[in-house]
């Protein structure tokens, strides 16, 4: 992916308290989804009246999202970082903020982006993070010992296997600390959130800090624990003004601290201290209702072993070249890996959200099920052999020619490229 560096990163309002009354930021809730559970959470998808992480009054997709941040970037121009903040966490949905951040960093290159993690599962997309150049990122950790840790995590998901207790504390540990240190090794700011919650971890902030001064961490935000009612820890008080300072001062001891944290909902938008989130609700709204068009997707997966023929079956591809018409030539602009292998149909439903910006992808060869489920997603399978571009004409141009291989475009589909592939 082509990425022009015009960001200037002292304008992020969270990471530079300088920045606050001058510029602003949008979180996309494109990640409804968590892989753990916190002891004081209480995530809402549809509401309107409280102010805190872990509501939002929509979820969106990445396409929707990229319609929704078009729209208010042209009200609002002072918005200059993107960022993605749940409701759940962005890497227990994945795919959904990766294709986020992509069609952000495409569409615009200046913006800072940022992501905020529990650091369960953000491991394996560090790489992918830094080279779409996501360059702030939070990881929150409330204890770096087990034995505090349990009390505060009731579950930790890692696949299909769930974890309670001091496992389940020490699996969520060991993957934050290692988040934390590939994330330093690629050079992104990190800061961290702790939740400092009376009675549990209070006493605790000292070691945070310490352990994460030691890893390289650039800021610490020590938040006062949201009484959520209904969650384990809704009969816990809020702790005091008084008492964060004191714990923010024992902090400073080991890093810098963010005092200005408004703790925001998952579809802020605005400055932190000039909200604008209500004002742009129905149009949060709005775009829930779009389903983008074929004209819309503006990229072509290919199948390629290459990058010059199309020569992979859709099953056989591990990764996917995406394509673009650029004023009148092709040119790849990124490259994505493709959904695991063995998921059964959720594999295919997997992928039609990989590509999700794409309005086709040229293959080999499709079987009949990943045919249906993309066509329905509106990715349209087109089975060709011979040059990617040739085949990329064939796309964006209706030009039919002898790379196709004559099936799998049916006309009955209001989406039908009209590539004169062979109907039915
Ligand atoms: Fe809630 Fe965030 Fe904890 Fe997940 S990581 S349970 S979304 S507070
Ligand atoms: Fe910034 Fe705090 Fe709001 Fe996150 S919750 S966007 S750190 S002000």
């Not at 770096?144 to 299909?160: L, M, R, T």
Request: glycine share 10%; hydrophobic share 35%.
């Amino acid at each position: 992916m082509k990425i022009l560096s015009t960001k200037d990163y002292h304008r992020h309002p969270c990471f530079n308290a300088k920045a606050k009354g001058q510029y602003g930021r949008i979180h996309l809730p494109v990640a409804p989804k968590c892989n753990i559970k916190c002891n004081f959470c209480d995530r809402k998808y549809d509401c309107v009246n409280e102010s805190r992480p872990g509501v939002t009054s929509n979820i969106l997709t990445p396409e929707q999202a990229g319609v929704y941040m078009q729209r208010v970037l042209e009200k609002e121009p002072r918005i200059t970082v993107a960022g993605i903040a749940g409701p759940g966490d962005p890497f227990a949905n994945g795919e959904e903020t990766m294709a986020t951040m992509r069609m952000v960093r495409q569409n615009h290159p200046e913006m800072i982006l940022c992501v905020s993690s529990n650091g369960m599962n953000i491991g394996p997309y560090v790489e992918e993070l830094a080279e779409i150049e996501v360059s702030h990122v939070t990881i929150t950790v409330c204890a770096v010992d087990p034995a505090i840790g349990e009390k505060v995590y009731a579950w930790v998901k890692d696949g299909n296997v769930v974890y309670h207790g001091k496992q389940g504390a020490e699996l969520l540990l060991s993957r934050q600390l290692g988040a934390i240190k590939k994330l330093k090794a690629h050079n992104i700011t990190v800061k961290v959130n702790c939740i400092v919650i009376p009675g549990i971890n209070d006493h605790h902030v000292e070691d945070v800090a310490k352990m994460m001064k030691e890893l390289g961490v650039d800021l610490l935000n020590c938040m006062a624990m949201f009484p959520n009612v209904n969650t384990p820890f809704g009969n816990i008080e809020q702790p005091s003004k008084k008492t964060m300072e004191e714990i923010r001062v024992v902090g400073e001891k080991y890093l810098p601290q963010m005092r200005h944290c408004t703790r925001c909902r998952a579809d802020a938008v605005g400055l932190l201290g000039d909200d604008k989130t209500e004002d742009f609700r129905s149009c949060l709204t709005e775009c829930t209702t779009i389903k983008p068009t074929a004209k819309e997707r503006t990229y072509v997966a290919v199948a390629t072993r290459e990058g010059v023929l199309i020569n992979q079956h859709l099953g056989e591809a591990k990764r996917f070249q995406i394509w673009a018409r650029v004023g009148d030539k092709y040119e790849k602009v990124d490259e994505r890996k493709t959904a695991e292998a063995g998921g059964g149909i959720k594999r295919w439903h997997q992928l039609a959200k990989i590509l999700g910006d794409c309005k086709a992808v040229l293959v080999s060869g499709v079987g009949q099920t990943p045919s249906d489920i993309l066509t329905k997603a509106g990715v349209k399978p087109i089975e060709a052999s011979g040059f990617i571009e040739d085949g990329l004409e064939v796309v964006y141009e209706n030009k039919a020619n002898k790379l196709l291989k004559g099936r799998r475009t049916s006309c009955a589909d209001s989406a039908c490229l009209g590539t004169g592939g062979g109907c039915g």
